[in-house]
């Protein structure tokens, strides 16, 4: 078939202005769009702060170059993977329970990723170099390379099964689903190693985040999955939905349970000898209110939900996930901060008896912009698919 | 081919900040980026007022470090950060995309940006300038009035750098993480 015809058979509403607008006039839904015009507005005033004046609208420093940009690209990336993960367990491992999400997962991945790259190309300095070298002098050793590489390739196999679904090509959304997946997954533990092959930054250094990411991402793509049903079915679950939601909460359990074990373990072999650079920013992080946050909400808070109800108390979950999203997003943003508490002391063992001062970082109000920015762009790509596609089976 | 390094006879150094003066002057840093490209370390004088110990107060001039096995150079994703023909740990503007991995990776805090081409910057043992108008000084070394540094060839036994480094005991930065610097401080 010709790839022009192929197009036009892809299934899509026709949408006027007026159908966009045309929605069910609820304080709630009221509110969600209101927030989202002033996320995007916030967006465009953001960047234009930041073209205005580079990185010096940025709190970022040379002791402390990684900010919340950077924790904001991380959490949608985070969240493209978790979706693309509870999407394939349907359609790409055929598990039937979860094949009515499998389209609106997909959808969700794909545009996290497309906001998560609308960040992050205004914290690189130079994004258009960065498209040009990475193919005429690629950096193979750079986790950074496979990372970027890897999640262009994703984003496209994603677009395609996401084509194919619409389409109910079962077969062909299965074969880009499941290499999508694959290369997914190679890419987000290539984002972990970006932070694992800081040798210089011993509390991120080593094989643990390359797994972590993996695993949270897959917590996240739950979290998301039950704010997107809540969203749909406002609270009021039919019969089909509530035995996917149970199951993706029971599933949701065993894995914050071994979220928390991972993070115990790490946190244990952080301070475990005293190892300059690791011991004590391992005890800083313990006095840091955002680490606590990442903990009861992300982790506590849910698994509480779900271990009270054995995993039937779905509204609950509902409200369990939108937490869980704020604590899954100072996951990301302490994982970032953290990593350069330390200032990197030059001469060994002198100076490693004076008292650390730690390296202070506050997102600025231009940071802040964008990042609310890349939200708003999310919610405005996922009503827009709800909208021009149908999402559902 | 040279392999350049640099040994510093650190306990001599007197603080006065010559060869900072005289890099920034040498290679165009922005007046006021302070620890930008090379840098004089101080560690603080221990004890208590009026128990000083003067002694305690000693000086570390530093800057980047040219490993042979630079990090910096390992993380980079476009190969701007790439080691010259002498060895030295370089960076091409053109092709540096200010992800500032480079940054993070370094062990040694001796990158920055520069705000004029808005990418990444470090010192290059005066490559563009001194060396490439066939003189074989840095423009540290060659101010620095108590001779704290000493530099040349790594690789022609005859050289002062490599005399030095034979007959005097001598530590690396960090050695442990493996990344083999060429910078040299003298016991």
């Known amino acids: 078939m010709h790839i022009k015809e192929f197009i036009t058979t892809i299934p899509v509403k026709k949408v006027t202005l007026r159908d966009i607008v045309s929605f069910e006039k609820t304080p709630i839904n009221?509110?969600?769009?209101?927030?989202?015009?002033?996320?995007?507005?916030?967006?465009?005033?953001?960047?234009?702060?930041?073209?205005?004046?580079?990185?010096?609208?940025?709190?970022?420093?040379?002791?402390?170059?990684?900010?919340?940009?950077i924790a904001v690209y991380i959490f949608f990336v985070v969240s493209s993977t978790g979706l693309c993960i509870v999407g394939s367990l349907g359609d790409v491992f055929g598990f039937k329970d979860y094949m009515m999400i499998s389209k609106r997962a997909i959808f969700g991945s794909i545009i996290t990723i497309v906001s998560g790259f609308a960040v992050i190309a205004f914290e690189i300095g130079h994004p258009i170099t960065m498209v040009i070298y990475n193919i005429l002098t690629p950096g193979f050793t750079s986790a950074i390379w496979?990372?970027?590489?890897?999640?262009?390739?994703?984003?496209?196999?994603m677009i395609i099964e996401f084509v194919f679904l619409l389409k109910h090509n079962m077969k062909m959304a299965k074969i880009f689903g499941l290499t999508g997946l694959l290369v997914g997954l190679a890419a987000h533990s290539n984002l972990g190693g970006v932070f694992g092959f800081l040798n210089a930054r011993t509390i991120s250094n080593g094989v643990f985040y390359p797994m972590y990411f993996i695993l949270t991402a897959f917590i996240t793509g739950i979290f998301l999955s039950f704010i997107m049903y809540g969203f749909k079915y406002r609270l009021k679950f039919d019969e089909k939905a509530t035995l996917l939601l149970t199951n993706l909460a029971k599933i949701q359990g065993l894995l914050i349970a071994i979220l928390m074990f991972f993070v115990t373990w790490k946190m244990?072999?952080?301070?475990?000898?005293?190892?300059?650079?690791?011991?004590?920013?391992?005890?800083?992080?313990?006095?840091?209110?955002?680490?606590?946050?990442?903990?009861?909400?992300?982790?506590?808070?849910?698994?509480?939900?779900?271990?009270?109800s054995a995993g039937k108390n779905i509204v609950g979950m509902f409200w369990g996930s939108l937490i869980g999203m704020v604590g899954i997003f100072f996951m990301r943003y302490n994982l970032v901060h953290d990593t350069q508490l330390k200032p990197l002391q030059m001469l060994k063992t002198s100076e490693y008896q004076l008292v650390p001062t730690w390296i202070e970082y506050f997102p600025s109000v231009t940071e802040v912009m964008i990042s609310l920015g890349g939200l708003g762009l999310c919610l405005f790509l996922y009503y827009m698919g709800t909208k021009l596609f149908n999402l559902d089976e | 081919m040279a392999r350049y390094g640099m040994a510093l006879d650190y306990k001599n150094c007197i603080n006065c900040k010559a060869c900072e003066t005289a890099c920034k002057e040498e290679n165009g840093v922005l007046l006021g980026a302070d620890n930008h490209r090379i840098w004089v370390g101080m560690k603080e004088i221990e004890g208590e007022y009026p128990n000083l110990s003067i002694a305690s107060n000693t000086f570390y001039p530093s800057q980047c470090q040219h490993c042979d096995e630079a990090p910096c150079q390992e993380v980079c994703p476009t190969n701007a950060t790439y080691y010259d023909k002498d060895g030295q740990v370089r960076i091409d503007a053109d092709k540096c995309i200010l992800c500032s991995y480079c940054i993070n990776a370094c062990p040694y805090d001796a990158r920055y940006v520069d705000d004029r081409t808005n990418t990444v910057d470090k010192c290059t043992f005066c490559t563009d300038t001194r060396l490439a108008r066939g003189e074989t000084t840095t423009a540290c070394q060659n101010t620095c009035p108590t001779k704290v540094r000493i530099f040349g060839d790594l690789d022609d036994p005859n050289s002062e750098i490599s005399q030095v480094l034979q007959n005097r005991e001598h530590f690396t930065l960090k050695s442990n993480l493996g990344t083999k610097p060429k910078l040299f401080y003298l016991i």
């Open chain 1, 30 to 69: 009221l509110l969600i769009a209101v927030m989202t015009l002033l996320f995007l507005v916030l967006f465009a005033v953001g960047i234009t702060t930041y073209i205005l004046h580079g990185h010096h609208a940025y709190n970022v420093t040379k002791e402390h170059p990684w900010g919340l940009l």
């Open chain 1, 146 to 157: 496979w990372m970027g590489t890897l999640y262009g390739l994703y984003m496209t196999f």
């Open chain 1, 268 to 308: 244990l072999s952080d301070v475990y000898g005293g190892m300059p650079n690791r011991a004590e920013v391992a005890r800083h992080i313990f006095s840091s209110a955002t680490f606590w946050a990442e903990v009861f909400f992300a982790m506590v808070i849910p698994l509480f939900i779900i271990l009270k």
